[in-house]
């Protein structure tokens, strides 16, 4: 059973130049339990265990450690306090072995003698279970067992508070079931995990309490039994269950003729599950789900930008080889990733380079677009979609994030593409430049387009699409058309209360 409380945070804020990133949270572990942090992207549950590590000096707050209050400026500073944090990419030293990384950074002694040192590795992988050996060089061992060696070490290290950042990520379930094996264990030493996760059935199945934080603030702190799924959905999303006024949808629309593009049993590397997948030409669908439910995950395996693992896919009818960007480019598929920073935009590029860019590498490098042909391209469309620039060769990198959008949206306008995917195109724009996005959207959709449309704001969803997949934790967990289209209706069915 949890004990005594092992770390309070009370009154947490943090803020950036701009942005109010914490205002005012209260945390609380106690030892031997295993807490959810729930949230939303940029609820703030990054920042604060940022501040709980010493990467960043929080504003204002106070941090408790078994009661007493103690000054973090460091991440070192924490594990010397006892606070060790296990991050979903794992920062060892893969070229060394296990036994070195369980000791390195502690002493000389390890790497002088080094019997003992693999004999205490050898003590430590058999009291946590884990199956490797201690002189097996990291890099060979599986990721799960690569996560476990992190969590021995740190809880070796005398690590009263134990911070897991997304260690499932990169999981399969007989990965999942070992981790979880070892998180009960150093419950029962008296060990508090802070288990941060967007995988719902895992909160579930393995915690005692969940903290939700919504915009940087508190939502609440809940026991596990008295907080139902679509409860927990409902409180990270921001809309109550009992909303009177629901959002209309457009209703189930009736689509003729063959899918321009259809999925069979469609996996990728990523861990999206086998799923099948159609759209009609016209037709504006989408992928809903929570953060890492594997929404976006599933775009990009039908763009091939992640490694394809299993199915088959058909365009028009006829099936169709699709593993690459490129050859989904040449099958006219347009793609507007999540990111558009790390995965969109160019930013040292103007924006005419940015608008031709796609276009340009479908015809080939060594055949590239007259001076005069990219000038006519970009004025088109920095017109035809209001780009507001102030000239077409300014570096896309100056413009807005709404400006930066629609000069992506326009790159693959250019390509005249049969089926465009919209990852996030609205996120962290303005409201006019929002519903203008809408509207081109539905334009094109009137034009014959298809568009699969991804949003993490449901009304967003419900005025645009026709059709939505529902995604839970990289599974399809339903399909939802017509009068199902409501927001009740899609967070029971991502909290799985709908089959």
């Not at 391209?377 to 035809?384: H, L, S």
């Not at 306008?413 to 089926?419: D, H, V, W």
């Amino acid at each position: 059973m949890p004990g005594e409380i092992a770390l309070s945070m009370k009154g947490v804020s943090k803020s950036f130049p701009g942005v109010r990133a914490l205002q005012n949270v209260d945390f609380s572990l106690r030892s031997g339990e295993i807490h959810a942090l729930m949230g939303e992207n940029g609820a703030g549950k990054s920042t604060l265990i940022k501040v709980l590590t010493g990467v960043y000096s929080g504003d204002s707050g106070e941090i408790k450690l078994g009661g007493k209050s103690v000054i973090i400026k460091s991440p070192q500073g924490a594990q010397e306090i006892g606070i060790s944090t296990v991050y979903q990419e794992i920062t060892l030293c893969p070229n060394l072995t296990v036994a070195e990384n369980i000791y390195i950074g502690r002493g000389k002694k390890a790497f002088v003698n080094w019997r003992w040192m693999e004999k205490g590795a050898a003590s430590i992988l058999e009291r946590f279970q884990i199956p490797v050996k201690a002189t097996q060089q990291l890099a060979k061992c599986s990721i799960a067992v690569q996560q476990m060696v992190a969590i021995a070490r740190a809880v070796d290290m005398d690590c009263k508070v134990l911070i897991l950042d997304e260690p499932t990520s990169s999981l399969d379930e007989q990965e999942v079931l070992k981790l979880f094996g070892l998180m009960r264990d150093l419950k029962s030493r008296g060990v508090g995990i802070i288990f941060v996760t967007h995988f719902l059935d895992q909160v579930y199945e393995v915690c005692d309490r969940i903290t939700v934080l919504r915009n940087g603030e508190l939502v609440g702190e809940y026991e596990i039994k008295d907080l139902p799924r679509v409860e927990l959905v409902s409180k990270m999303m921001g809309k109550e269950l009992d909303e009177i006024s629901q959002i209309a949808s457009p209703g189930e629309k009736k689509f003729e003729g063959e899918p321009v593009y259809e999925a069979l049993g469609l996996s990728s590397a990523s861990g999206v599950k086998p799923f099948d997948f159609f759209i009609k030409k016209g037709e504006v669908n989408g992928f809903t789900g929570l953060l890492g439910s594997g929404r976006s995950e599933s775009v990009r395996a039908i763009f091939g930008a992640d490694k394809i693992i299993g199915g088959k896919v058909k365009i028009n009818g006829k099936e169709a080889k699709i593993s690459s960007p490129i050859q989904a480019m040449k099958q006219g598929i347009g793609y507007l990733p999540e990111d558009r920073k790390s995965d969109g935009i160019i930013d040292d590029l103007s924006v005419r380079d940015n608008i031709i860019v796609a276009l340009q590498v479908m015809k080939g490098f060594f055949r590239p677009f007259s001076k005069s042909e990219a000038e006519r391209f970009a004025d088109t469309y920095i017109e035809a979609l209001g780009i507001k620039t102030a000239s077409k060769n300014t570096p896309i990198k100056s413009l807005s994030g709404g400006n930066q959008q629609k000069v992506i949206l326009a790159r693959w306008l250019l390509t005249n593409p049969q089926y465009l995917i919209l990852d996030e195109p609205t996120r962290g724009i303005d409201v006019g430049t929002k519903l203008e996005i809408q509207k081109i959207v539905l334009k094109l959709a009137a034009d014959g387009v298809c568009v699969t449309f991804i949003s993490s704001e449901i009304e967003e969803m419900l005025r645009t699409c026709s059709r939505l997949i529902v995604m839970r934790d990289r599974n399809v967990a339903g399909e939802l058309l017509g009068s199902e289209l409501t927001q009740d209706h899609i967070m029971r069915t991502i909290a799985g209360e709908v089959k």
